[in-house]
Nanobody, 117 residues
Framework: VQLQASGGGLVQAGGSLRLSCAAS????????MGWFRQAPGKEREYVAS????????YYGDSVKGRFTISRDNAKNTVYLQMNSLKPEDTAVYYC???????????WGQGTQVTVSS
C-alpha cells in the first residue's frame, strides 16, 4: 500500500485546511485509515481514524468537534477537514493504513500544517 498525503500549508488561527491521503496498491486489505501528527520535540499523536468499510470514525480528544475524517471509497482517498485551527495544531501530519490486526503498518510521507497566532 502506498499513501500520498497532501493539503498542508500555512493558515491563521481560526482558519481551516483539508488534508487528503490517496491510497494505492492492496487497498482492499485495509481495515482502516487514519491521521497522526507530530510536532517538533513531541511524540507522535493520534488524530483521527475511519474504518474503511463502515465509515465509522474516531477522534483524539484534542481535535474532537473541530476535525472531521471522511473517505471516498471510489477514489481510495481519506480526508481530514480541520476547522477552528489553533497554533497547537501545528505539526507534520501523517496518514496511515491499518490492517485487520489493528496495526498501523503503512505510512505516508507527511504534510506540514502551520497555524499562526
Amino acid at each position: 500500500v502506498q499513501l500520498q498525503a497532501s493539503g498542508g500549508g500555512l493558515v491563521q488561527a481560526g482558519g481551516s485546511l483539508r488534508l487528503s491521503c490517496a491510497a494505492s496498491g492492496r487497498t482492499f486489505s485495509r481495515y482502516g485509515m487514519g491521521w497522526f501528527r507530530q510536532a517538533p520535540g513531541k511524540e507522535r499523536e493520534y488524530v483521527a481514524s475511519i474504518r474503511w468499510s463502515s465509515g465509522r470514525s474516531y477522534y483524539g480528544d484534542s481535535v474532537k468537534g473541530r476535525f472531521t475524517i471522511s473517505r471516498d471509497n471510489a477514489k481510495n482517498t481519506v480526508y481530514l477537514q480541520m476547522n477552528s485551527l489553533k497554533p497547537e495544531d501545528t505539526a507534520v501530519y501523517y496518514c496511515a493504513a491499518q490492517n485487520t490486526n489493528g496495526q498501523w503498518d503503512y505510512w505516508g510521507q507527511g504534510t506540514q500544517v502551520t497555524v499562526s497566532s
